[in-house]
């Protein structure tokens, strides 16, 4: 009896199988052009980047520093303002109350420091010389009298932006705590009778007396200053030979106002070694 065969045969079966398994893979590659088995999400499309004009940025316009004072302006300023290197007030009508007048403006050069000692001898040179022109009167007027001059020169700050000026300001000394309201024209004041009157350098008590004060001439007082004794510029000749050259020019500058030559008062104050230094000379004193 012979082998029994089944029915498709070994090699039938094999073929069958492999043809099974390539029709399944045709319809998982098929499947897949259509549906998705990815867990992934869609891609985004990749947007367009493009870089922005450059543009040129216009430069910071360079700060410019303030305008120096204007010419003739005046200031209500007080003492405390008068002894400060720089003016912060801003003018004031020249018509209304004011204790200042600015006379002149000049300027220092560009290549020197606002706070050297180079600027400080320019200025402390050129105001008082344009002042003596300015209030008038002789050099004696001037010493009798409590017009004086100061100046101002711009902030550190202002000077480093460009600020090249400097200002001569005339004020009168109405005491040793206030300056005098300008109530009487500066400008050649003392060129006239009445402008060294108002201006002129008076006192409230005897001078070297407990409470004496040097004030203004124009409020009330009880001494008054009528010359000075002049002494050679150089060093500092001693108490003992200043207080000596004094005496008699006060002594007969005192009997020449006197009602009566053979009964008056007088007085002489000498300067002090720190005045001398400051160019600074007393005058003689007699009773208003």
């Known amino acids: 009896m012979g082998r029994r065969q089944p029915p498709f045969g070994v090699l039938g079966q094999d073929r069958l199988v492999r043809s099974l398994i390539a029709a399944l893979a045709v319809a998982i590659l098929a499947a897949g052009c259509s549906v998705s088995t990815s867990s992934t999400p869609d891609a985004v499309p990749t947007p367009e980047v493009s870089s922005p004009t450059a543009t040129t940025a216009s430069p910071e316009p360079k700060p410019q520093p303030d305008p120096p004072p204007p ?22 009508p020249c018509t209304g109350r004011h204790t200042a007048v600015n006379f002149y403006v000049g300027s220092y050069p560009k290549n020197l420091a606002v706070d050297g000692p180079a600027v400080h001898r320019l200025v402390s040179t050129q105001c008082p010389r344009r002042f003596a022109t300015f209030a008038g009167g002789s050099i004696e007027d001037r010493r009798l009298s409590l017009l004086r001059t100061v100046w101002f020169t711009p902030t550190i700050e202002q000077a480093a932006l460009g600020a090249r000026w400097y200002s001569c300001v005339a004020l009168a ?7 005098a309201v ?12 009445d402008g060294r009157a108002h201006y002129g350098l008076c006192g ?47 002594k007969d500058a ?5 009602s009566d030559p053979l009964n008056y008062r007088w007085s002489y104050q000498w300067p002090t070694l720190a005045q001398w230094r400051g160019g600074q000379t007393y005058g003689v004193w007699a009773p208003a």
């Open 254 to 258: 005192g009997r020449a106002v006197a």
């Open 71 to 92: 010419a003739r302006a005046c200031y209500r300023l007080g003492y405390a303002d008068a002894l400060a290197p720089t003016i912060s007030k801003k003018p004031v």
């Open 182 to 193: 300008l109530t009487a024209p500066v400008a050649g004041a003392l060129d006239s009778t």
């Open 204 to 250: 409230n008590a005897e001078p070297g007396s407990a409470g004496f004060e040097q004030r203004i001439c124009s409020v009330p007082h009880s001494w008054k200053a009528l010359s000075t004794v002049p002494f050679a510029p150089g060093r500092y000749p001693g108490v003992a030979k200043v207080r000596e050259a004094g005496q008699t020019i006060c």
């Open 173 to 179: 000394i109405r005491d040793q705590q206030h300056l």
